[in-house]
């Protein structure tokens, strides 16, 4: 089983403390959202199973934390300040602000709504383009519109790569074929944002850009397709509601020869099964696009520089060939947040207890969920068993993330640590100070197994591995 619908997320997220509205006090700001305890935990996890899998168990990859405010001129040369836009488009009826090419997704904000552009009422007024990039200016200027300290808040961690090819070739002693990885917050003023953390002006990306020579690039972009499906049932996600897609000539970004993106079905509430499906991620072979934009040296047929700024040639040299070319990129993309919906859409699940009510499980894996072991006093009014709830709980911290908790009757309190996806509660009770042993219960199974307290770390600690 999975979630119905991102909306039960959405208050599953909110009552637990995964994720709330940002700026709620003052009324939100449009799609902005804050990771509370169990989100920051969670989205922590992801990004240390994606970093522990690329850049330490393989021995390619280096990683990187580059500047979300970079020199204008990276924008310039990467193509964003001319053709990172979308088409947007006004409803002179009803004053919606829709992306063209998207019109089918949206709905329309008049009553009764009808989706945009297919309701008979709407009347819509040429695309204009729209660049998505947010500005800033850097340092005290005098005029807000000053060009000179124009700068933007970056709208993929990629460029930050690129432009570090030869710092890390250089430092690293690396050979072709290598990647760089980087994880970080990027920005972009999205026209129709929303579906909770789906698409929001603010998220994070995990990016990886692996240089290669021209002729290895299209079988090391299939690897990148196949061994990232790996990753994401690793996280928990069934095959079922994963599927790949094979963007059209049409929709390539113009430094793409081919971007296969991997969908999940964020919304199995819609009849038609192509529609439930929406992306996750994209893994792109971007040619030698990039490093050949940043470089001073290419020239046109008329001997003028590509690249009037840049102070670096990023090209290659291949000691075995003696050649010098500019190595082709393979990039495979993923958000954090929608990485991180989908973990929470798919573990959801219900189960009903012996009385007919209907309890959440959320069914993590270990590796990812925010709390491993809850420790639970059966009595909180008997100092004894409360002392040894709390010893056992320092005892376990070091190897696995345990808290204590005793702020309700123990069906309250296994309820809440199933509902956040804890894989094991361990209940210390009256009997625990006669026999040294306390109760283990399993989030899924609700199988409960006595166990020794001097072999339960170990126990715990194999199970969770
Ligand atoms: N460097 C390539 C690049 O940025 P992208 O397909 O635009 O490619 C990669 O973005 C991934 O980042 C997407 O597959 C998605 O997971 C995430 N992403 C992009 N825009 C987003 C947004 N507005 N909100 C949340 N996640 C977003």
Same mark, same amino acid.
């Given at each position: 089983?999975?979630?119905?619908?991102?909306?039960?997320?959405?208050?599953?997220?909110?009552?637990?403390?995964?994720?709330?509205?940002?700026?709620?006090?003052?009324?939100?700001?449009?799609?902005?959202?804050?990771?509370?305890?169990?989100?920051?935990?969670?989205?922590?996890?992801?990004?240390?199973?994606?970093?522990?899998?690329?850049?330490?168990?393989?021995?390619?990859?280096?990683?990187?934390?580059?500047?979300?405010?970079?020199?204008?001129?990276?924008?310039?040369?990467?193509?964003?300040?001319?053709?990172?836009?979308?088409?947007?488009?006004?409803?002179?009826?009803?004053?919606?602000?829709?992306?063209?090419?998207?019109?089918?997704?949206?709905?329309?904000?008049?009553?009764?709504?009808?989706?945009?552009?297919?309701?008979?009422?709407?009347?819509?007024?040429?695309?204009?383009?729209?660049?998505?990039?947010?500005?800033?200016?850097?340092?005290?200027?005098?005029?807000?519109?000053?060009?000179?300290?124009?700068?933007?808040?970056?709208?993929?961690?990629?460029?930050?790569?690129?432009?570090?090819?030869?710092?890390?070739?250089?430092?690293?002693?690396?050979?072709?074929?290598?990647?760089?990885?980087?994880?970080?917050?990027?920005?972009?003023?999205?026209?129709?944002?929303?579906?909770?953390?789906?698409?929001?002006?603010?998220?994070?990306?995990?990016?990886?850009?692996?240089?290669?020579?021209?002729?290895?690039?299209?079988?090391?972009?299939?690897?990148?397709?196949?061994?990232?499906?790996?990753?994401?049932?690793?996280?928990?996600?069934?095959?079922?509601?994963?599927?790949?897609?094979?963007?059209?000539?049409?929709?390539?970004?113009?430094?793409?020869?081919?971007?296969?993106?991997? *969908?999940?079905?964020?919304? @199995? !509430?819609?009849?038609?099964?192509? %529609?439930?499906?929406?992306?996750?991620?994209?893994? &792109?072979? $971007?040619?030698?696009?990039?490093?050949?934009?940043?470089?001073?040296?290419?020239?046109?047929?008329?001997?003028?520089?590509?690249?009037?700024?840049?102070?670096?040639?990023?090209?290659?040299?291949?000691?075995?060939?003696?050649?010098?070319?500019?190595?082709?990129?393979?990039?495979?993309?993923?958000?954090?947040?929608?990485?991180?919906?989908?973990?929470?859409?798919?573990?959801?699940?219900?189960?009903?207890?012996?009385?007919?009510?209907?309890?959440?499980?959320?069914?993590?894996?270990?590796?990812?969920?925010?709390?491993?072991?809850?420790?639970?006093? *059966?009595?909180?009014?008997? @100092? !004894?068993?409360?002392?040894?709830? %709390?010893?056992?709980?320092?005892?376990?911290?070091? &190897?696995? $993330?345990?808290?204590?908790?005793?702020?309700?009757?123990?069906?309250?309190?296994?309820?809440?640590?199933?509902?956040?996806?804890?894989?094991?509660?361990?209940?210390?009770?009256?009997?625990?100070?006669?026999?040294?042993?306390?109760?283990?219960?399993?989030?899924?199974?609700?199988?409960?197994?006595?166990?020794?307290?001097?072999?339960?770390?170990?126990?715990?600690?194999?199970?969770?591995?």
């Amino acid at each position: 089983m999975s979630a119905p619908n991102i909306e039960t997320i959405v208050s599953l997220s909110k009552r637990r403390g995964f994720v709330f509205p940002a700026s709620e006090i003052y009324g939100g700001l449009g799609s902005s959202w804050d990771y509370g305890s169990l989100g920051v935990e969670l989205a922590n996890n992801v990004k240390q199973s994606w970093w522990r899998w690329l850049v330490h168990e393989r021995d390619d990859i280096e990683g990187l934390d580059s500047s979300i405010i970079q020199n204008r001129q990276v924008w310039k040369y990467s193509g964003h300040e001319t053709t990172f836009s979308d088409p947007l488009v006004d409803c002179r009826a009803c004053k919606g602000r829709f992306r063209q090419d998207k019109l089918l997704d949206v709905t329309c904000p008049k009553e009764p709504s009808a989706n945009a552009g297919s309701g008979k009422e709407c009347d819509l007024t040429e695309p204009k383009q729209f660049n998505l990039m947010f500005k800033t200016t850097v340092g005290a200027v005098s005029a807000e519109d000053d060009e000179t300290a124009l700068a933007y808040l970056r709208p993929e961690t990629a460029q930050g790569i690129f432009i570090n090819f030869a710092n890390v070739l250089n430092t690293s002693r690396r050979k072709l074929p290598f990647g760089i990885a980087q994880i970080g917050k990027a920005f972009r003023n999205e026209v129709t944002p929303g579906n909770f953390i789906f698409r929001t002006r603010e998220f994070e990306q995990m990016e990886m850009e692996y240089f290669c020579r021209p002729e290895d690039a299209q079988k090391i972009h299939q690897e990148f397709i196949d061994e990232f499906q790996g990753w994401f049932h690793s996280l928990g996600i069934s095959a079922a509601n994963l599927k790949l897609y094979e963007q059209t000539k049409e929709e390539l970004a113009h430094y793409a020869e081919r971007t296969v993106d991997i *969908l999940y079905r964020f919304f @199995p !509430e819609r009849d038609d099964e192509e %529609k439930q499906f929406d992306e996750l991620m994209g893994i &792109a072979n $971007r040619k030698d696009f990039d490093l050949m934009a940043h470089s001073k040296k290419p020239e046109d047929a008329t001997g003028k520089r590509l690249n009037a700024d840049s102070t670096e040639d990023l090209s290659y040299f291949d000691e075995a060939t003696k050649q010098r070319f500019y190595p082709y990129v393979i990039e495979p993309a993923v958000g954090v947040n929608r990485t991180l919906l989908a973990i929470l859409m798919d573990a959801y699940t219900e189960k009903t207890n012996d009385k007919g009510e209907t309890r959440v499980i959320l069914k993590l894996t270990p590796e990812l969920a925010p709390i491993k072991v809850a420790v639970l006093p *059966l009595a909180k009014n008997k @100092p !004894e068993i409360v002392a040894m709830a %709390k010893d056992l709980k320092k005892q376990l911290l070091p &190897a696995m $993330r345990t808290v204590y908790d005793d702020t309700g009757g123990i069906g309250k309190l296994y309820a809440r640590q199933d509902e956040i996806g804890t894989p094991f509660c361990v209940t210390v009770d009256h009997e625990s100070l006669e026999d040294e042993a306390v109760t283990v219960r399993d989030r899924d199974t609700w199988d409960q197994e006595r166990i020794k307290i001097a072999e339960l770390k170990e126990h715990l600690r194999k199970k969770l591995d």
